[in-house]
């Protein structure tokens, strides 16, 4: 296939299937003057990219021409379509268009429909918090992958620490091999030594549930001394919302089934919801829905070049909301 399109929240994981793909394809010595990444803000990015791939690539080896966070998994305009079904179908052998985004390519655009007939599709999701054995998988992978011995105690310390951040999974499990070497690690060195950034995150939407506006703003301030991406705080807080919002529509609704509402809601362990109906129990649907516009419109602003200076706003206002 001469396109591949990589999409998905996980931005960590795209990023090494871009790396691990530049590796394959890409000669050691010409790679650089191979490897052509447009940028979204071009005008011009698709023509130029249109160009780029219909060309040779330069010395040995292939070509990889790159357009991250492209309109084109969107709707196009007809010239591009047409210049599309010019291209497409001509693209030099030894030549990729890689097409990357954290957005789901939208299938009802004809543009999409005419390039995947040309493309490779993978998709690199943000494993949800709950889904714990998704995520004891992913950094057994991960440490497998680094040559990192960890004990099943370790594997759940590093867990509850990270979370879903399969970046800071990574490179705590880097820093972690560089600690034992060849040993084996076990759960008290994880906790010495990796920073529990996951608990900040779900402690934060609690504080912002209960409406606790100074708890609130201090494990915000935490996370963000810890580096970590608004985005993904974001995302987190989203995630929260939207179980509690779910889980108190259907109770609302008058559903009695317990096992209906946790398939509903999508939660891999039934058990949780017990918990969970502890949570909402003094919270009110509408404070939930005014909520998750709220993140919406958070989401947005950020991804539309919003500061993260904006976070402590929103903060205040899913506090008091």
């Known amino acids: 296939m001469p396109v591949y399109i990589y999409w998905g929240e996980d931005d960590f994981l795209l990023s090494k299937a871009v790396d691990a793909l530049r590796a394959q394809h890409l000669d050691r010595e010409w790679g650089l003057l191979n490897y052509i990444?447009?940028?979204?803000?071009?005008?011009?990015?698709?023509?130029?990219?249109?160009?780029?791939?219909?060309?040779?690539?330069?010395?040995?080896?292939?070509?990889?021409?790159?357009?991250?966070?492209?309109?084109?998994?969107?709707?196009c305009p007809p010239e591009v379509i047409e210049e599309l079904e010019k291209t497409l179908p001509h693209i030099p052998e030894n030549n990729i268009l890689l097409i990357t985004s954290t957005k789901k390519p939208d299938e009802r655009n004809r543009s999409v429909k005419l390039i995947l007939q040309?493309?490779?599709?993978?998709?690199?999701?943000?494993?949800?918090?709950?889904?714990?054995?998704?995520?004891?998988?992913?950094?057994?992978?991960?440490?497998?992958?680094?040559?990192?011995?960890?004990?099943n105690d370790a594997v759940a310390a590093l867990v509850e620490a990270v979370g879903n951040n399969s970046r800071q999974a990574w490179n705590e499990l880097e820093k972690l091999k560089l600690y034992a070497q060849d040993a084996a690690i076990g759960a008290e060195i994880v906790r010495q030594l990796v920073v529990n950034t996951s608990s900040s995150s779900l402690e934060l939407a609690a504080a912002c549930r209960i409406g606790d506006t100074t708890l609130a703003?201090?494990?915000?301030?935490?996370?963000?001394?810890?580096?970590?991406?608004?985005?993904?705080?974001?995302?987190?807080?989203?995630?929260?919302?939207?179980?509690?919002?779910?889980?108190?529509a259907c109770i609302e609704a008058g559903w009695k089934d317990d096992a209906a509402i946790a398939l509903f809601v999508e939660l891999k362990?039934?058990?949780?919801?017990f918990f969970i109906k502890q949570e909402i129990r003094a919270v009110s649907?509408?404070?939930?829905?005014?909520?998750?516009?709220?993140?919406?419109?958070?989401?947005?602003?950020?991804?539309?070049?919003?500061?993260?200076?904006?976070?402590?706003?929103?903060?205040?206002?899913?506090?008091?909301?």
């Open 269 to 273: 362990n039934p058990k949780r919801l």
């Open 37 to 75: 990444q447009i940028a979204p803000a071009d005008k011009d990015n698709i023509a130029n990219a249109l160009v780029e791939i219909a060309t040779a690539p330069l010395g040995e080896g292939g070509k990889i021409v790159h357009l991250p966070q492209s309109s084109l998994l969107g709707a």
């Open 217 to 248: 703003l201090k494990q915000l301030d935490r996370l963000l001394a810890l580096n970590e991406p608004p985005l993904r705080i974001v995302a987190t807080l989203a995630t929260c919302f939207r179980i509690w919002l779910s889980v108190k």
């Open 118 to 151: 040309y493309a490779q599709l993978k998709t690199f999701p943000l494993i949800p918090q709950w889904e714990s054995t998704k995520i004891v998988s992913q950094v057994k992978l991960f440490a497998s992958s680094l040559g990192v011995k960890l004990t």
């Open 285 to 321: 649907l509408t404070k939930l829905k005014k909520a998750m516009a709220i993140l919406l419109e958070l989401e947005v602003l950020l991804k539309s070049g919003g500061s993260a200076e904006n976070l402590a706003t929103y903060i205040i206002k899913l506090c008091t909301v």
